[in-house]
């Protein structure tokens, strides 16, 4: 077994592991993989394992993967989750390459995927980012907001409304850690009810560090990166060129 999977396997235990102490199905917690900083090649040999999800933070050098590993026609096929912020200027990019968008935080920025999404291609797969925790510099709608903003977005047709997604501030203690998942599974829930639709089934949240409380709170999806890929040696959009 190679390294790479080998802590696949640790992870696949873990979220297992953490939904045994909780009394949840292993199948109802998604494993999304978060590739940003590493090569095409990590992500060729994960996906070998059978991992099919991966997140991706920075738009240019996603698409790189996406584009490069698109020669290699894994079955089923490889799904892409933008997880990092969304600008203006790269929606298109997110349209046209990704499967999944995580961080839409405006009406904007869902109207511009919407229109730039391609017609043969199926609705985009959209989770709300919320602000959880209040961080004042940090992305993401807020809670009051965010019920008025899902009623909007899920009336775009080529959007595919599937849930929250939230990015907390990282706190000690595995009960202030499912303090703030658990705020984050209530306002799931709230919006959920009054959406009233079977596709909003998603709350993206917990990472490497706190994915057992994540879980234990109601996360449906855990984007980890350390724990799979190893640690990042670059924290900032790769310069292009
Ligand atoms: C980097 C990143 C992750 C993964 O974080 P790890 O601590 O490496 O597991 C998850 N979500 C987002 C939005 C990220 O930017």
Redesign the pocket.
């Known amino acids: 077994m190679t390294t790479l999977s080998q802590n696949l396997h640790a992870v696949r235990t873990r979220i297992a592991a953490a939904c045994e102490a909780c009394g949840r199905s292993p199948q109802s917690v998604q494993l999304l993989a978060?590739s940003?900083t590493f090569s095409a090649s990590d992500v060729a040999e994960v996906a070998a394992c059978g991992q099919r999800d991966f997140?991706e933070?920075y738009i240019q050098e996603g698409v790189d993967k996406i584009e490069s590993l698109s020669a290699y026609h894994f079955v089923p096929a490889l799904v892409w989750h933008c997880?990092?912020p969304i600008q203006s200027n790269k929606t298109k990019w997110v349209a046209e390459h990704f499967d999944w968008a995580?961080t839409v935080d405006r009406l904007k920025i869902a109207q511009r995927l919407n229109d730039q999404r391609p017609a043969h291609l199926p609705p985009l797969q959209v989770c709300l980012q919320v602000n959880i925790d209040g961080g004042a510099t940090k992305s993401g709608v807020t809670p009051a907001e965010v019920l008025a903003l899902a009623i909007d977005v899920a009336k775009l047709p080529k959007l595919s409304l599937r849930g929250l997604m939230t990015?907390p501030d990282p706190v000690d203690g595995f009960e202030a850690q499912v303090a703030v998942h658990t705020r984050a599974r209530a306002l799931f829930d709230e919006v959920r009810a009054v959406l009233n639709s079977p596709h909003f089934d998603t709350l993206s949240t917990g990472?490497?560090?706190d994915l057992e409380a994540a879980i234990h709170a109601g996360s449906t999806m855990v984007?980890?990166?350390?724990?799979i890929f190893g640690g990042?040696t670059y924290a900032g959009e790769r310069p292009l060129g």
């Open positions: 978060v940003k997140g933070n997880i990092g995580h990015l990472m490497t560090s984007r980890v990166g350390t724990a990042r």
